[in-house]
Structure formats: C-alpha cells, structure tokens
C-alpha cells in the first residue's frame, strides 16, 4: 500500500505514473492514439463518414450515463477495500485483546504459555494472509512448541489450524483452573473473532464484481471513446487527437483503479499491506506477552514504502 502525504501533489502524480497500473493504461491509451489518428486523418484528408453530424445531445447523455456507472464502479470497488481494512483493523484489535488477557491471567513465571500464545496469536494473521494469497507456504509462522507447526499441514485451511490451536490450550487453561468461568465467556468471544474475519475477507475475495456488470461498463467505456472523436472532430481539426486521449486517459484510468482496488488482499501497490499488518500483530502481540522478538522483526512492522518530498 502507497503511504504518501496528501497535500504534495507532484509527488504523488510522479509516483503513481511509475506502477505497473499506469504503465498498463499507457498501453491500452497506445491503442486508442492509434484509432483516433486513423480517424482524424480519413476524416479531415480523405473521406466525410458523416459521423461527425451526430447530435451532441446524444453525446452528452451517453457521458452522463457513463459517468454514472463509473461513479458506481468506483465506489462499489472501494467499499470492498475499505471492508477488507476494517476487518483486518479488527484482527488487530482482537489480537492485543487476546494478548492481554492472557497476558493478565498466566502468572509471570509461565513462559511456556506465555510463549505459546505469543507465537500463536501472531501466527493467525500470517495464516489468513497467505490462505487470501493463495500461498501454501508456512515459513513465516513460528514454531509454537515441538509438532505444532507440523501439524498445521493436516489443515488445507491454515487459519482454521491456528485457531484450533489457540482453542485446544485455552480450553485446557480453563480445565487446570487458571480461566474462571466469566473469563471463559469473554474469551470464546475473542477467540471466536478472529473465524468472524476470516469469514468477512474471504466472502470479500470470492465474491468479485459480476462479470456482466464489468464486461457492461468495459464495453460502454469502448463505445463512448469509438464515438467521441467524430462528433468532436469538425471543432478541435487534429485536436481530436489529444482531446480524445485525455478523456479515455480519465475514463479507463479510473475503471482499472476500480479493477485493482477491489481485490484488497493482492500483491498490488495499492492494495492493503497485509506483511506489515500481520507483523505489526505480531510485535504487539510480543511485547504485551513480555517475550522478546529481535529489532530487525520490529522494523519489518513498518510502511513498506513512501511517498516522500
């Protein structure tokens, strides 16, 4: 995720025109140069299509139309990402909330518990982003105690492993008697949070914009642009040119920001910083547990990148 300061403009203007998702807008306004510089020269040089005596009425409520759509677009894509934010700040919250009571009811010296729930907790946010990733890979989480780790490769569904784990020592803290029972109550609830999010991001990811809605506004993206420049070309002359490439660069600009926002849990600049989230979790969850974890975790909780002045 791109952390910059909102008032430097320039900056962040520059910084967004090196992606990968300006670099794939600059392809496809590559295309439309083509076409429009095709059109201008036929309609100026060689032949009258008689296009260009299209009312601009009709032009004009295809924009408004069309600016509609993509106003729905954006939002709906945003809403999808600001959902995906706000569960991942609730497994935060219910993290350090499961920290710290475990935190006050293990006594000081227990540092076998201390450091299992420490390792665990912070396991859990790992496992949910590489199950939304798709990654099958368990490097980043940590051996909790001997097998444990191993274990978790029973599970196709790894946050479902984690949480299994958290379940099973807390039920056998209440059996031993360190967990009263109001306590008991209070902590089903937290340890039940984090399947709620679970549950929140994966419908996010396996519920994308339907497909004919997408295909739709793609297509009506094509017709506006494949119109604009004969109903504009008798005023601008060979300024259709770029007066046509500014406007395809606003209207598919924002229908591939929708595309690549409304995925929040990828590996885009844009998307949410899942890394730095998950090892903020576990930094948090450490220190409230008073086990130690190297400086060079602890950075690794910080922006990935800026946009800096």
Not at 57 to 77: E, K
Not at 265 to 278: H, M, S, V, Y
Request: glycine letters at 6%; aromatic letters at 12%; hydrophobic letters at 45%.
């Amino acid at each position: 995720m791109i952390i910059y300061k909102t008032k430097d403009w320039l900056p962040a203007i520059w910084h967004f025109h090196t992606g990968p998702t300006a670099i794939s807008l600059f392809r496809r306004l590559i295309v439309v140069a083509i076409y429009v510089a095709m059109v201008t020269i036929v309609e100026l040089r060689y032949d009258d299509l008689r296009l260009k005596d299209t009312p601009s009425s009709f032009l004009s409520a295809m924009g408004i139309l069309l600016s509609l759509l993509l106003i729905f677009r954006t939002n709906t894509a945003y809403d999808r990402f600001y959902e995906g934010r706000q569960a991942w700040g609730t497994l935060v919250n219910n993290c350090r909330n499961l920290a710290i009571f475990y935190n006050a009811i293990l006594p000081t010296g227990d540092d076998d518990n201390r450091l299992f729930f420490a390792r665990t907790i912070s396991n859990f946010p790992f496992a949910l982003k590489n199950s939304l990733r798709d990654l099958t890979s368990m490097d980043e989480l940590d051996t909790t105690e001997e097998g444990e780790v191993r274990d978790l490769s029973n599970f196709d569904h790894k946050p479902s492993g984690v949480s299994n784990q958290l379940w099973v020592r807390s039920e056998a803290l209440y059996r031993q008697g360190l967990i009263t029972d109001s306590q008991h109550i209070n902590l089903n609830r937290y340890l039940g949070s984090l399947m709620d999010v679970c549950g929140i991001c994966e419908r996010i990811k396996s519920t994308p914009i339907p497909f004919s809605y997408n295909l739709f506004i793609k297509l009506f993206i094509m017709l506006y642009v494949g119109v604009l420049p004969f109903t504009v070309i008798e005023v601008y002359g060979y300024l259709t040119i770029p007066a046509v490439l500014l406007t395809s660069y606003i209207l598919v600009g924002l229908e591939m920001i929708g595309e690549e926002i409304e995925e929040p849990f990828g590996f885009e600049r844009n998307d949410l910083p899942l890394n730095q989230l998950a090892q903020l979790i576990r930094v948090n969850v450490h220190d409230i547990l008073q086990i130690y974890l190297p400086h060079v975790e602890k950075q690794a909780a910080k922006p990935g990148f800026t946009i800096v002045t």
